[in-house]
C-alpha cells in the first residue's frame, strides 16, 4: 500500500488485551466427570436431494453447477444479458434429528490471546456461564477447545483439542483429538461432523467463539499456529461437509465474535442455517451470555432460533451495558429463508449503482464513505473495511433507487439491537475498499462477493485511476455469465487481482481552480470543475515546530469550510487541540462521527504498551474518555473491546515526525475523575496543510501554511 511520508500515519498498533473482572473457574463439584444424559435419541429420514422436473428445467443450471442440487453449498450465477441473479442453494432438510425439545449448541472454543493473557482467562468465564445456567434434560453444550497457549483454569488442556459435553451444571470431557489449528477448515469439520452424530437434537446451534476481522479475515485466530484464521470460505467448505451428515438445518449459527455481522456471512450461512446471529461491530470481551441462553431454553426449550436470537441479543447487550460499552454495541438476527430475496434485490440494485459510478464515480465514493461503518477504519487503529450496507443503499440514493433493497434487508432482519453510537445501523455490513491493506485482499473478497455489479464497483475503486475506462465485462464468462459456485467463482482468474493498489506518486487528478494560498476568509483552495468530479474527501491536518529540526503532526481535523457545489475548501480552525491535564497535546484522528458529537482515536503507549485512546466531543465541546482499544493487527485481526482508563494508568502521548520516526510525550499518571482538556494551543509556530483523496484511493497533499499563535492567543496566517 502506498506510504505517506509527510504523516507517517500508516503504522499499525499492536494487540495487546487486557484482563477483566470476571469469577474463578468453578470449584471441583462443579466439573464433575460423571456423564450427563440428554434423552435426544436421532431420528434419521431419507435424504430425497433429487430435482424436481420444474427445477431441472431452470436454465441457470448447467453442467458446472448440477451438484449444487445436493449437499454442496450453493451457486450463484448473473445472466450477463438482463442482470438477474440466481440463487441454488443445496436442498433445505427439514427432519428434524433428536426428540421434540432437545437443544444442543456446538461452541467452537478458539481460546487464543482472550485466554492467554488474559488473568482469569475470557474462554473460561463463558464456560463457567455455560456451567451455571439452569440445568436441564433437554439442552446442552457441546464444545472444543482449541487455539490458545494457556487454559487459565484446571480442567482444559491446551495439549489436544477436547471435546466436552456442559449440561445440568455439570462439565464432562468426552473426547480429545490431537491438537491442530482451529483455523483450518478440516479441524471445523470434523468437529460438526462428530458432534452431529454423536449428539443431534431437535434444535441444533452453532457458535463461533475468538475474535473476528470482518469479510476478509474471518474468525478464530489460532495463536499456537501463527494466527491462522477461519476464512468464510473455509467455513462453507466446512458447514458443507457436516451438513452431509444432518437431515436438518442448523436452528442457527452465530459469532460471539468482532464484525461478522456482514452480507458475505449471512450468504454462506443461508445454506446451512435458518437464523444468523452476529454483530457488526467489536463485541466486548466478556461477549454472550451462556448462562442466560442455556437457561432461557431450559425453561423455553420448543423456542425457536428467532426467539432465541432476541434473548441472545438482549443479554448481549446487558452485558455490554454493565461494562460501559454499550454505545458501540450492534447485533443483529437474520432469517436466512429470506436472505436471497435480498441478495437479488441488492444484485439489481448493485447494477444501477455500477452503471451510475461510470459517470460519477467521486459521488457515488462519498456517498459510500459517509455510511456509519466499524471496526476503526483510520489511520492509527487500522482498517477492517467493513460498512453498513443499509447505510450506502441509502447514502447513494440519489444515484439508484435502492428501495426494494432496503426493504427486502428489513424483510430478513428479524431483531437488531444498536447503541447509540450506531443507532441507524442497518443490521447487516458489507465490504468496501476505504484503504485497502494488501495485494491479495480484493482477490479474497471476489470469492464472497455476491454480485459482479458490486464487485465490479469496488474493483473500480481500489484499482486506481485508467484513462481506459472500467467495464464489468472482465467479471463474466465468455457466454456472458457470471458464475460462484459453493463459495468459488469458477471462472475466474485469482491473478486478475494481483496488482498493486493506488500509485507511489499523489493523485494526478486534482488541479485548482485557485491554487491553496491564504486570503482574508482563511487558509484554503478551488479545485478545478475535472478534478471536483473525482474527489472524494478533503481533511486537513496540523503540525507543531517542537524546534528548528523537529516538525511533529498533530493530526488531523475535519473542522473546515466545505462547498462541494463550487469546490471551495478553506480551514475554519479555531486553534483549539485536546491534550491531557497536564496540559501535553494528543495527536488526534477522527475515528466517527454523528449529528451531535465526534469520535477521535489517538495513539499513545499505555503503561508502556502501544495501543490508542479513544475520545468522544460533543458539539458543546464537552469530551468523555470512551477508553483505550487496541485497534486492527497486522492478521486482520480485531481487538475485541474498548477497555476503561484505570487509575494509575501512565500513559505517554505518541506522535509522528515528518521522517516516519515517532516520539513520545512525558508521561502521565491518571486519576480518578480525570478529563482531557480543550483548550487553545500554546503559543508557537504551526503548519496547517489539505490533504485531497481521489475516488480510487489516492491522495494531494497541499503545501501547508504557516500559523503563529502568540501568548495572548491570536492565530496569524502567512
Known amino acids: 500500500m502506498k506510504k505517506r511520508t509527510i504523516l507517517a500515519l500508516l503504522l499499525s498498533v ?64 448473473v445472466d450477463g444479458s438482463s442482470g438477474d441473479l440466481s440463487i441454488t442453494r443445496a436442498k433445505k432438510k427439514d427432519a428434524p434429528m433428536g426428540n421434540t425439545g432437545s437443544w444442543t449448541i456446538f461452541v467452537y472454543l478458539c481460546g487464543t490471546d482472550l485466554e492467554s493473557e488474559d488473568e482469569n482467562g ?137 464484525l461478522m455481522g456482514s452480507v458475505e456471512s449471512a450468504n454462506i450461512l443461508a445454506t446451512y442455517a435458518r437464523y444468523f446471529y452476529g454483530s457488526e461491530e467489536m463485541e466486548p470481551g466478556s461477549g454472550w451470555n451462556y448462562t442466560t441462553i442455556g437457561s432461557y431454553l431450559a425453561e423455553n426449550d420448543q423456542a425457536d432460533g428467532a426467539a432465541l436470537g432476541k434473548v441472545v441479543a438482549d443479554s448481549f447487550y446487558a452485558e455490554c451495558e454493565a461494562i460501559w460499552q454499550e454505545s458501540e454495541c450492534t447485533f443483529t438476527v437474520v432469517d436466512l429463508d429470506k436472505f436471497d430475496a435480498f441478495a437479488v434485490a441488492f444484485n439489481d440494485y448493485a447494477k444501477k449503482l455500477y452503471e451510475a459510478a461510470s459517470g460519477d464515480l467521486a459521488g457515488v465514493v462519498r456517498g459510500a464513505q459517509s455510511a456509519d461503518n466499524f471496526g476503526g477504519n483510520n489511520r492509527s487503529e487500522g482498517y477492517t473495511n467493513m460498512v453498513d450496507v443499509g447505510g450506502i443503499i441509502e447514502k447513494c440514493s440519489s444515484y439508484a433507487d435502492g428501495t426494494s433493497a432496503l426493504e427486502a434487508l428489513k424483510n430478513c432482519i428479524v431483531y437488531n439491537k444498536n447503541g447509540e453510537t450506531h443507532a441507524g445501523a442497518s443490521g447487516l455490513s458489507i465490504y468496501y475498499p476505504l484503504q485497502v491493506q494488501g495485494s491479495n485482499e480484493i482477490g479474497i473478497f471476489s470469492g464472497v462477493c455476491i454480485s ?170 464537552s469530551t468523555v474518555v470512551e477508553g483505550v482499544w487496541d485497534g486492527i493487527d497486522d492478521n486482520g485481526c480485531s481487538d475485541r473491546e474498548i477497555r476503561p482508563l484505570k487509575k494509575g494508568d501512565k500513559i505517554e502521548p505518541v506522535y509522528y515526525l515528518d521522517d516516519d520516526s515517532e516520539m513520545y510525550g512525558d508521561s502521565y499518571t491518571w486519576k480518578d475523575g480525570d478529563q482531557l482538556d480543550y483548550a487553545f494551543l500554546p503559543e508557537g509556530v504551526y503548519y496547517y496543510g489539505f490533504e485531497i483523496d481521489d475516488c480510487y484511493g489516492d491522495y494531494f497533499i497541499t503545501d501547508c501554511e504557516i500559523f503563529t499563535i502568540d501568548r495572548k492567543g491570536n492565530i496569524y496566517f502567512g
Request: one cysteine or more; charged letters at 25%; aromatic letters at 12%.
Open 14 to 77: 499492536a494487540m495487546c488485551f487486557s484482563a477483566c473482572d470476571i469469577e474463578d473457574w468453578e470449584d471441583s463439584e462443579s466439573t464433575k466427570t460423571e456423564e450427563t444424559q440428554i434423552d435426544t435419541s436421532r431420528t434419521t429420514k431419507e435424504d430425497t436431494s433429487q430435482e424436481s422436473e420444474e427445477e431441472s428445467k431452470d436454465p441457470s443450471k448447467d453442467a458446472k453447477s448440477d451438484s449444487s442440487s445436493g449437499d454442496s453449498g450453493f451457486t450463484m450465477s
Open 452 to 621: 459482479p455489479y458490486y464487485l465490479s464497483l469496488v474493483d473500480m475503486v481500489a484499482r486506481g485511476y485508467s484513462d481506459q475506462g472500467y467495464s464489468n465485462d472482465a467479471f463474466f464468462d465468455d457466454e456472458g455469465d457470471w458464475v460462484i459456485h459453493n463459495g468459488s467463482n469458477d471462472y475466474f482468474d485469482d491473478s486478475y487481482f494481483d496488482y498493486d493498489y493506488g500509485d507511489e506518486e499523489e493523485s494526478e487528478l486534482i488541479s485548482f481552480a485557485q491554487e491553496p494560498s491564504s486570503t482574508q476568509d482563511g487558509f484554503g483552495f478551488v479545485l478545478s470543475r475535472d478534478s471536483l468530479e473525482y474527489t472524494s474527501s478533503v481533511v486537513a491536518y496540523v503540525f507543531y515546530e517542537v524546534d528548528d529540526e523537529t516538525l511533529i503532526c498533530l493530526g488531523e481535523t475535519d473542522d473546515i469550510y466545505a462547498d462541494w457545489d463550487k469546490g471551495e475548501f478553506r480551514d475554519n480552525f479555531d486553534g483549539y487541540w485536546l491534550s491531557l491535564p497536564s496540559g501535553d497535546l494528543l495527536t488526534m484522528f477522527v475515528a466517527d462521527w454523528g449529528d451531535d458529537y465526534t469520535v477521535y482515536t489517538s495513539p499513545i503507549l499505555l503503561n508502556g504498551e502501544p495501543t490508542n485512546l479513544r475520545v468522544r466531543q460533543y458539539l458543546d465541546y
Open 122 to 258: 475470557m474462554a473460561t468465564d463463558d464456560l463457567d456461564q455455560m456451567i451455571q445456567a439452569k440445568g436441564s434434560g433437554n439442552v446442552r453444550f457441546v464444545v472444543q477447545t482449541g487455539g490458545t497457549s494457556e487454559w487459565m483454569n484446571n480442567v482444559v488442556s491446551n495439549k489436544s483439542c477436547e471435546r466436552y459435553v456442559i449440561a445440568n451444571q455439570n462439565i464432562e470431557r468426552v473426547d480429545a483429538v490431537p491438537l491442530r489449528s482451529m483455523g483450518e477448515s478440516s479441524t471445523l469439520s470434523d468437529f460438526l461432523t462428530w458432534g452431529v452424530e454423536n449428539y443431534p437434537a431437535e434444535k441444533m446451534g452453532v457458535v463461533f467463539w475468538n475474535h473476528g476481522g470482518g469479510s476478509i479475515t474471518g474468525v478464530c485466530f489460532d495463536e499456537l499456529h501463527d494466527d491462522d484464521s477461519l476464512s468464510l470460505l473455509e467455513i462453507n467448505q466446512a458447514l458443507s461437509k457436516a451438513y452431509e451428515k444432518m437431515s436438518d438445518r442448523f436452528e442457527f449459527i452465530g459469532f460471539d465474535c468482532c
